[in-house]
């Protein structure tokens, strides 16, 4: 909020200065997400411009009533992201399918000047595709660029782009403006500017944007008299409750942490706080952790984020919702089925438990699934966290009340919506349990609201160097990278207590978890079988306790398998499951066809379903001739985590694998068919093996038109196998490492080199 009231009143000066009044101040916004990051990266952008003097009209690219990019002559910002195998998000997929239309012409979009911020994720494949595609196509259809594009890289935190793309964005669209202004006749000559680093406008002036150090002592006074006649974001935790029910989020009196501004300034360390009190030498820290710092951050001036503009209202009214179920769940595509089997796949403790569940599909006869199919588990919040969470927000009487979200009409939020993940006439209990993703890790924006709801100086100043451009380094060591909960944090933060309705604002949806299909229907009729790790977070700064990951963690304890009901069939529960749409992963349609798989770990799941598949059709077909069929499985020890090894070794000697390979991270000597290598030599990853059978690989690939298909890990395993084929196909086709990478890419194109991958 002080950047914002800064930034407003440095804007006056500004516009003074800058643009001449002419110039017309309206811009366009456009975005395209699946989970949320670019639309609230797209709301930041529009709430800002006003305090640039802008005009901003935001909306989703599937919202194609609310603008017109066949007639827009203002700048238009396109904030994407990119999802699955490279796809757009589901929002942006009828924009893409209408962009890429042969049918238009050279200079459809000549009109056109654009920016472009792409969201994606180095650890999958084809990074920022939905945002390159449309760059690729904006361009062939006439567009001009007039900011440079930013590829954020979610896989190394996405404000390493984001944040300077962000701060050069005001200038390149002020520029943009300016030149249409001076150049009407033909307002796009050229791109305005190619590079947040360039003064895109000659007219601005040397007047930087100013975001608030907390150090300047005199930008601090000025803003501080401002912030504190403006309570318009200045909350409380406290709330009033009336008989007909609780306005939580009309009830935020003038912050107490607005009266004590002073302390926003960085003479308030986290290290050294209160340490002067007996008069001593300020006692510093040895460690720096998630509620402490060290010089030199906890000494450092900060720049926060502007403070996100509250935009629900929210009560709760004294109707017992008691009787709720999972109402929203049970839409025609969510089915709830049983749990028939559930069989742990791994021994000892020096490995990952694996499990195996098979689920009794058979009442839902329409319920079928190709191998290579996918489907989505539904899991609620743990009871405890639920709980742990009312009793936060001092709610847990009022759990079974009905939760009323709506629109705070006052809102400066460009764009803003009721969350349509919330169901109506709901408990808070429901609420919390199957709707919000309270294990989310909060963003830069949510501890940046928080901060208005932390009574303590030392905490406050803590989750200001958190969100900071500062504290950068030390949000991902101690918020992102270990996966700290909103929940954690608040634990850490005991004088922080925000409303519900902040809460709501910035926890996303409760997201359903996939799993890939480990069954054939041909061999399993009406079952469907999957395999999952338990996911184990370690205690950190933070998290005092390890915890099991939200669904792995819920499917544990649902089948126990300590208990001996495990083995018996019917006493195990029912689960929420909808298959996922169609995908491309899947079995070649022409048998003759060879293909590879690899996948070590859960990875090998899909591929028990393509083995059974043509185990299958082989007996249907004893006549027809099939491709030869290749398996690289990994695991750290063959006898505590070789997963399917029976049914693996199965396949290999009734014909309908032909070639099983299997590398043992951890074991110091190993057998490879019957060879004893030692372990200098022996294969430790999948990736090795790969390498061992190059020319075979190479063969398949590239001259019998075969497929490969990799299923697992996306951060280390599929990078790796990645690279490897880039070095097979350099080292036997002789070719440089672009030529291999183009040669790989082209496999990709022919959807004959497919990916499967997560994590
Ligand atoms: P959460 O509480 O959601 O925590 C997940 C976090 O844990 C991640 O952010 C990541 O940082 C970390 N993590 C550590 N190890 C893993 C891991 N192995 N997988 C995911 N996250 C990990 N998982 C399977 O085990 N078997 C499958 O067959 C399978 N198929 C999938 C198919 C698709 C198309 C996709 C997108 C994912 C698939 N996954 C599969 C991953 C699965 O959906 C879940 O993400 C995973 O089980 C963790 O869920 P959780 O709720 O327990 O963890």
Request: aromatic share 6%; charged share 25%.
């Amino acid at each position: 909020m002080l950047r914002k009231l800064f930034s407003r009143c440095m804007f006056e000066t500004r516009q003074n200065l800058k643009m001449p009044c002419e110039v017309n101040t309206r811009f366009v916004i456009l975005y395209g997400s699946q989970k949320g990051q670019a639309q609230s990266i797209a709301e930041g952008i529009a709430v800002e411009a006003e305090d640039h003097g802008l005009v901003a009209e935001l909306s989703c690219l599937n919202q194609s009533e609310k603008y017109n990019l066949e007639k827009e002559k203002a700048p238009v910002v396109f904030i994407v992201s990119t999802t699955g195998d490279g796809e757009p998000p589901d929002n942006a997929l009828q924009f893409v399918k209408g962009i890429k239309k042969k049918t238009l012409s050279t200079d459809h979009y000549k009109h056109l000047c654009y920016a472009l911020l792409a969201l994606g994720d180095t650890n999958y494949a084809n990074f920022c595709n939905c945002g390159k595609t449309i760059e690729r196509r904006l361009q062939a259809l006439g567009a001009k660029q007039f900011y440079v594009t930013g590829y954020a890289d979610d896989g190394v935190g996405l404000e390493v782009v984001v944040d300077p793309w962000l701060e050069g964005l005001w200038k390149a669209i002020k520029g943009a403006l300016s030149k249409m202004a001076s150049d009407k006749v033909d307002p796009l000559k050229g791109p305005v500017g190619d590079s947040p680093k360039q003064d895109p406008d000659s007219l601005l002036p040397d007047v930087e944007l100013n975001l608030l150090s907390l150090n300047d002592h005199q930008n601090c006074k000025s803003v501080r008299a401002l912030a504190i006649t403006d309570s318009k974001y200045a909350r409380t935790a406290s709330y009033s409750a009336s008989d007909e029910g609780t306005t939580l989020s009309d009830a935020r009196p003038a912050s107490p942490v607005l009266a004590s501004q002073s302390h926003d300034t960085a003479s308030v360390s986290t290290a050294a706080s209160d340490t002067h009190k007996d008069g001593g030498a300020p006692h510093v820290p040895l460690a720096a952790s998630l509620t402490c710092s060290l010089p030199p951050l906890s000494q450092s001036s900060l720049n926060v984020p502007a403070l996100p503009p509250p935009y629900l209202h929210v009560s709760l009214q004294d109707v017992d919702s008691r009787e709720q179920t999972v109402g929203h769940l049970n839409n025609e595509n969510v089915h709830e089925v049983p749990i028939e089997r559930a069989i742990q796949l791994t021994t000892g403790d020096l490995v990952k438990t694996s499990l195996l569940l098979e689920l009794d599909t058979s009442a839902y006869p329409t319920m079928t699934y190709l191998p290579g199919d996918s489907f989505d588990v539904f899991c609620p919040n743990r009871a405890t966290e639920v709980e742990d969470m009312l009793c936060r927000l001092g709610l847990q009487d009022k759990k079974h009340h009905q939760v009323h979200v709506s629109l705070n009409k006052d809102t400066k939020k460009k764009g803003a919506q009721v969350p349509s993940y919330i169901p109506p006439s709901i408990s808070l209990l429901y609420l919390l349990t199957w709707c919000l993703e309270i294990r989310t890790v909060p963003k830069k924006a949510f501890l940046r609201a928080l901060v208005e709801h932390t009574g303590d100086t030392v905490q406050r100043r803590r989750l200001q160097e958190l969100c900071s451009k500062q504290g950068a380094t030390e949000y991902n060591q101690y918020v992102r990278d270990p996966g700290l909960s909103i929940l954690e944090v608040l634990t850490a933060f005991p004088s922080c207590s925000p409303p519900l309705c902040l809460l709501i604002e910035h926890l996303p949806k409760l997201q359903p978890r996939p799993y890939s299909a480990a069954s054939s229907c041909l061999k399993h009729p009406g079952k469907l079988h999957f395999v999952f790790n338990v996911v184990e977070f370690s205690a950190c700064s933070g998290r005092p306790v390890g915890r099991r990951g939200l669904c792995t963690g819920w499917l544990f304890d649902l089948i126990n398998p300590g208990k001996p009901k495990c083995s018996g069939s019917h006493a195990l529960p029912k689960i929420h499951v909808s298959l996922r749409p169609k995908c491309s992963f899947r079995l070649p349609s022409d048998l003759s066809v060879p293909f590879v798989m690899v996948g070590p770990g859960t990875g090998v799941a899909p591929f028990i379903g393509f083995l059974q598949q043509r185990e299958k059709e082989r007996q249907d077909n004893p006549e027809a001739v099939f491709g030869e069929t290749w398996l690289f499985f990994g695991c750290r020890y063959r006898d505590r985590d070789y997963l399917f090894r029976e049914e693996l070794e199965g396949f290999v000697t009734s014909g309908v694998l032909d070639h099983l390979k299997v590398s043992f991270s951890r074991d110091e000597l190993e057998m490879e068919g019957n060879e004893v290598t030692t372990s200098v030599a022996r294969p430790r990853y999948v990736q090795h093996n790969l390498l061992l059978h190059r020319q075979q690989i190479t063969e398949i690939l590239l001259k019998k038109n075969g497929c490969l298909y990799v299923c697992g890990d996306a951060k280390n395993m599929a990078k790796d196998v990645n690279d490897t084929l880039i070095e097979i196909i350099k080292t036997q086709l002789q070719v440089d490492q672009l030529e291999a990478m183009k040669t790989l890419a082209g496999l990709r194109e022919e959807k004959r080199y497919l990916q499967d991958i997560w994590g």
